[in-house]
C-alpha cells in the first residue's frame, strides 16, 4: 500500500475544517433565527470558542509545509484546482499578525455597536472618530494583505469577496455603467410617468404569506428535506449545502417585500444545495464568490421573477393565497414589480438605480484605502455623486446617506461591488440561457423552469470554485464579463 | 502577582468545556426538533468531530497531574467540591479503554437500529443476538467501572446517572414500594370504579393548544428571554441553562397530552434556568443527577399539577383556550388527571403505577449485569413480574413488554431507577413544602405559586452539585430519603 500522499492528509484537514464550519453555520442561523436574547452571552463564548478552534485550525503550523510538498505531487486537474483554493484559504487565515486581528474586532466592534444608535441620531460627528479608526486598521490590514499577495492594496480586500477581481478592471466595467445609467433612469421614469398602477390593499395576514412564499420555493426548485425556511429580522441564506436555512420577514401590509425577498434567497439557496457532493468537505466544492452567489439571487429574484412572463405565472398564486383582486392583473403586477423609483436606500432599491448606489460606494472606498480620501471627505463625496448619478439632495442627511449600510462601520471593504458584479453576471446568465431556449418566455409562463435550472446547474451550480471567476464566466457564458448585457437587460425590460 | 494556581487551570479547561457543551447541546435541540432529513448524514459528521473534540478535552493527559496538584491547594469548601465534580468527570471520561468505547458504540448503534423495527415486528428472536452482544458489553463497561471506582459493578453503572446511589440501598427502597403498591393500586381502582368521569370533547386545535402551553409556561415561571418551545416527535428538555429550549408534540384530539408534558418539561427547564450562574461553567454549577432532575420535572407534573387545588386554577385556562364544556369542570378535571389505570407501556403510565414499571426494569438489569440472569432471561422475568406488580398479563407481548424501552438496545443499564427515584424525590420535598407552607392549596388554587417556587430555588435549583445526592436530601428535606412520603402522597390524593 503507498504511503498517504501529503494531499491527501490536506484534504483530511479541510474535510475537518467542513465540519467544524457545519457547526459553525447552523449555530449562527440559530442565534439570528431562533435563539431567545438571554441566550447571547452564553452563546457569543461558545462562538468565539468554536471560532478560536477554527483559527487554530486554518493556521496549522504543518500547513505551509504540507502545501509546498503537495505541489511537487503528481495531482490531476481537479486537485490542482483544490490546493489552489486551499492555498488561497490558507494565505487569508495567515496574512494578518494576530494583534491586528484583535484591533479590528475590538475597533469594529465598538463602531458598529456605536452606529446602531449613531444612525437614527444623524449623528456624524460622534460616528467619525470611532470610523477613522476602523479605516485606519482597514489600510493596515489592505497593506499586509497586499504584501502577502502582491496585489493592490485595495485589490487584495476585494480579492476576499471576489477572487480575481481588480479595481482596475470593475472601474471600466462601472465606468461604463455610469455612462449609460443617469440617462437610462430618466427616460425609464419619463415612461413610467404616464403609467397606471393599482396598488394592493392589505392587509396579508403573515400565514397566508407564508404558505404562499413556501409554494413559490417548491416552484422554484428548492429541495425542503434540505433546507427549511424561517423568520428573522434580517433576511439571510444560512446553513449548509446539504442543510439550507432560509430567512425571511413578513409585514403584514406588503406581501411582495417577502415574497421578492423568499425568492431572492431561493436562488443562493439553490446554488449551495446544488454545489457537487462528490467534492463537498473540499474548497473546490464552495461557492466561487460572493459576486457569483449574488448572481444566483438576482438571476431568480430580477432576471426571472420579475420578468413580464413570470407575472403570468405569480398572479394566480396571488390569488390563490391572498385572495383576488385588481392588483393582481398579470401586466398591473408587472408593472408593480418594475416601477424605477430613485431613493436614498440602497436596499430599498430598485434593479435600475442600485447600480448607482454600488458604484459610489466602490468609488469613495477605493479612495480611501488608497489615502486619496480621509474619513471625513466620505460626506461629500457621497453628497456630490448621490447628486450626479441619482440626482438627490443628501446634504446632512447621514442617516439616509453615507451611515446607512453596516459595511463600513464593520471593516468590511471591497464587499459592496459584489453586489453589481452580480447583477451583470446574472444579464449575462439570462442573455445565454436566451440564447439556448428562444422561447424561454413562453416556457416561464407556463411554469417551466427547466431550462433556467439546468443551465444554472450545468453552468455555475456544478463548478463549485473549479475555475477562477474570469474563467467560470468564459466557460459559462462564451465571453468574458460584459456590461453591454445589464444594459440590454434594462432596455428591453424597462424601455421595449 | 501569585502564580496561577492548579485548580485554576482546571476550571479553564473546565470553562471551555462547558463552551463546548453548549455547541453540542443547541446541535442536538437543531437535529431533533429543526433539522430536515437530508441533513443527517453531514450533521452527523459534525455532532462527530465535536463529540472527538469533546472526548479529547475531558481526557487530556494534563488532567492526572492537575487533579493531584490541585488537591495539595489551599481551597475553600465550594473549590473542593468543584474539584470533587471534576474528578468525577475526569474518571468518567477515562475509565474505559478506547476499543471498548468503539465496540460498545458499534453493538449499540446496530441493536438500536434494527430495534426500532423489530419491536413492531414482536420480534424478540430477531432481537436477542444484538440483545446479548450489548449486553456482554455492558457487563464488560460495568467492569472497568467498578475496577476503577471500587464499586459493584451496578453500582458503578448506577453512579452515572445517580451519583451516590447503591444498588442495596435502592432495593431496600423499592421493596418497600413494592410491598405496598399493588394494594393500593386495587384500592384505588376500587374507589375509582364508581366514580363517573366526563371526557373532553376535541378536536383541540393545535394552535389554542400552543397558547395555552405557552400560557402555562408563563404561570409556572419559564424565563422566556432564556428559552422557547418548539415541536418534536420525542419531547424533550435541551439547550443549556442559560437558554432552554422544550419540545412538545400535539394531539388534536387529546390536549391532555401535550399540557402535561410541558408542565413536566417546564420542571426540567426552571431547573436549568435557576442553576447558579456565579459557578456557571464549572461541573459544580451542574444539575445534581438524573433522578433529582426528574424530582423537578414531576414536582412540577404530579405534585403540583395533577393536584385538586391545581384544578382549579386549570379550568378557567381551558375554558379561555379551548371553549368551554363540561368536562372542564375542576372537580372532573382532577378525576381526570389522576386516573390509575395498570397499562403495559411505561411512558403512559399514571403515577400510582409508574413505580411497579421501574421496579421490574430495575430488578431484572441488576440481576443481568450481576450475571445471575442472561439476555434470554428476560421474557419470562418480566411476565412474571407484571403479572405480581400490576397484574397484567405480557407473555408473548414482546412489542409492549420487555422490547419497548430503547434503554436497553441503547446499552443505558442503571438509568432506569432515576425515574422512581424522582417521583420519591418529588414527593420528600412536597413534604416538606407543605410543612412550611401548612396553606399551600389555598395559595395554589389561587394561582399562587411561589410557595413552590422559593422552596425548589432554595433547596435545589441554587444548590446545583454543591453536595453529593443523600446531602443534598438531607439538607433540603431534613432527612434521608424515604419512600414514606410518596406512599403518603398517593394515599392521600387517591384514598383521601
Not at 496574512?95 to 469594529?108: D, G, M, N
Not at 467619525?128 to 493596515?140: C, G, Q, S
Not at 440602497?346 to 469613495?364: G, K, M, N, S
Request: glycine letters at 6%; proline letters at 5%.
Amino acid at each position: 500500500m503507498p504511503a498517504k500522499s501529503t494531499y491527501t492528509a490536506l484534504t483530511e484537514h479541510y474535510a475537518r475544517l467542513h465540519r467544524y464550519h457545519h457547526l459553525s453555520a447552523i449555530l449562527g442561523w440559530d442565534r439570528s433565527a431562533m435563539m431567545p436574547p438571554g441566550g447571547m452571552e452564553a452563546r457569543a463564548a461558545a462562538e468565539a470558542e468554536l471560532n478560536a478552534l477554527i483559527h487554530r485550525h486554518r493556521t496549522d503550523a504543518r500547513m505551509a509545509g504540507w502545501i509546498e510538498a503537495a505541489e511537487q505531487e503528481a495531482l490531476n486537474d481537479f486537485e490542482r484546482a483544490n490546493l489552489r483554493e486551499i492555498r488561497r484559504d490558507w494565505r487569508e487565515a495567515n496574512a494578518l499578525p494576530e494583534a491586528l486581528v484583535e484591533a479590528k474586532t475590538l475597533a469594529e466592534a465598538r463602531c458598529e455597536h456605536a452606529w446602531r444608535t449613531q444612525r437614527g441620531a444623524n449623528d456624524w460627528a460622534g460616528f467619525l472618530p470611532n470610523f477613522r479608526e476602523v479605516l485606519r486598521l482597514a489600510r493596515e490590514e489592505a497593506r499586509y494583505l497586499a504584501d502577502d499577495s502582491g496585489l493592490e492594496p485595495y485589490d487584495a480586500l476585494l480579492d476576499r469577496y471576489e477572487p480575481g477581481a481588480r479595481a482596475a478592471d470593475l472601474a471600466r466595467l462601472f465606468g461604463e455603467v455610469r455612462g449609460w445609467l443617469p440617462d437610462l433612469v430618466a427616460r425609464i421614469r419619463d415612461k413610467q410617468a404616464s403609467e397606471r398602477v393599482i396598488e394592493p390593499v392589505g392587509p396579508f395576514p403573515r400565514e397566508r404569506q407564508r404558505t404562499l412564499g413556501l409554494e413559490m420555493m417548491k416552484l422554484l426548485g428548492f429541495d425542503f428535506e434540505a433546507g427549511r425556511l424561517d423568520e428573522s429580522a434580517h433576511p439571510f441564506s444560512g446553513g449548509v449545502p446539504e442543510d439550507v436555512r432560509l430567512t425571511t420577514r413578513y409585514r403584514e401590509d406588503d406581501f411582495t417585500q417577502s415574497l421578492m425577498g423568499i425568492i431572492h434567497e431561493t436562488g443562493h439557496a439553490r446554488y449551495e444545495q446544488n454545489l457537487p457532493r462528490e467534492w463537498l468537505g473540499q474548497p473546490i466544492a464552495q461557492a466561487r464568490s460572493f459576486g457569483i452567489h449574488e448572481s444566483q439571487s438576482l438571476a431568480f429574484e430580477m432576471q426571472l421573477a420579475r420578468s413580464r412572463a413570470f407575472a403570468d405565472l405569480l398572479a394566480p398564486m396571488l390569488a390563490e393565497h391572498l385572495g383576488a383582486q385588481a392588483a393582481f392583473e398579470p401586466g398591473n403586477l408587472h408593472r408593480l414589480l418594475t416601477r424605477v423609483r430613485p431613493g436614498l436606500i440602497r436596499v430599498d432599491a430598485d434593479e435600475v438605480t442600485y447600480p448607482a448606489h454600488v458604484i459610489l460606494r466602490f468609488e469613495i472606498e477605493r479612495a480611501l484605502i488608497a489615502g486619496e480620501a480621509e474619513a471625513e471627505d466620505v460626506p461629500v463625496l457621497w453628497d456630490s455623486q448621490m447628486a450626479v448619478l441619482l440626482d438627490l439632495d443628501t446634504r446632512d442627511n447621514y442617516r439616509d446617506g453615507c451611515m446607512q449600510d453596516v459595511h463600513w462601520p464593520a471593516g468590511a471593504f471591497g464587499y459592496f461591488p459584489s453586489y453589481t458584479l452580480g447583477a451583470i453576471y446574472a444579464a449575462q446568465w439570462f442573455a445565454a440561457i436566451r440564447r439556448e431556449t428562444p422561447d424561454l418566455d413562453a416556457q416561464i409562463a407556463r411554469g417551466e423552469l427547466s431550462a433556467v435550472f439546468e443551465w444554472l446547474r450545468t453552468n455555475i451550480w456544478s463548478q463549485a470554485s473549479r475555475w477562477e471567476t474570469p474563467e467560470l464566466v468564459r466557460r459559462a457564458s462564451g465571453s468574458a464579463l460584459d456590461a453591454t448585457h445589464l444594459r440590454r437587460h434594462l432596455e428591453t425590460r424597462y424601455l421595449g
